[in-house]
């Protein structure tokens, strides 16, 4: 079956069943344990660092958070916050101003309404200001292995460049994962997450001698 991609704006064909299994099976031999490239040590740490990271890359943000959770190693203390204070620590971070201001209203909600501690479901955790879908799948499935998946630029992309979908919003493409992957989603989720960043790039994709190159379906043309 021919799918036509809009955002990439090509034609693409559509895994089949065998091929989903066998993407599965190859990222899950390849990447039998993920974990996120972000550092913290709580959930509350996961949480700021998984909010940050929006837009930016974890590598800077493990740049930026030490001294950030040095100064305010609690929802308590970060909820008592002077908004320019946190801008500065965090100015490097793409949508900085935004950011810090998210920040801080998440603290106070979680103060107010959860006693200080993250919410482990994702409801709650959607509640927050600054916290969507994305953010609150990556740190359920990060911190409790939760059977779910966040989609990204590089899951988005490899998940298109695959034939796992052809949905033009991140969501959609969340929402076809699911069903076609079903079980073991937080380890896929890492795997595609380590292999769009470093293997199927954005740009010069590494497709010699890739492992998916048999089920890819993009033939080097998504260079964008
Ligand atoms: S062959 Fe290239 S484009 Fe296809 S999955 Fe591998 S690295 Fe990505």
Do not use: W
């Not at 065998?18 to 899950?28: Q, V």
Request: charged letters at 20%; one cysteine or more; hydrophobic letters at 45%.
């Amino acid at each position: 079956m021919i799918l036509y991609n809009a955002k990439m704006n090509i034609k693409v064909k559509k895994a089949t069943k065998l091929e989903i299994e066998a993407i599965k099976s190859l990222f899950l031999e390849h990447y039998p344990d993920g974990v996120t490239e972000l550092d913290y040590t709580n959930i509350y740490e996961l949480l700021i660092s998984v909010m940050l990271s929006a837009q930016c890359t974890d590598k800077r943000v493990n740049i930026i958070t030490p001294a950030l959770f040095c100064i305010y190693p609690t929802s308590f203390e970060l909820a008592n916050a002077n908004v320019d204070d946190i801008k500065l620590l965090i100015n490097s971070c793409s949508f900085f101003n935004v950011k810090a201001e998210n920040l801080i209203k998440m603290a106070r909600s979680l103060v107010e309404n959860f006693g200080g501690e993250v919410p482990l479901n994702q409801k709650d955790l959607m509640s927050l200001a600054g916290v969507g879908q994305k953010t609150a799948n990556v740190v359920l499935s990060e911190y409790l292995g939760a059977n779910c998946i966040a989609v990204d630029t590089h899951v988005f992309r490899v998940a298109h460049r695959l034939g796992l979908s052809d949905a033009a919003t991140a969501l959609k493409t969340e929402d076809e994962l699911t069903k076609k992957f079903k079980t073991q989603l937080h380890l896929l989720h890492q795997a595609m997450v380590i292999f769009g960043r470093y293997h199927c790039k954005a740009i010069n994709p590494q497709c010699g001698g890739c492992f998916l190159a048999h089920l890819c379906k993009s033939n080097g043309r998504f260079k964008v």
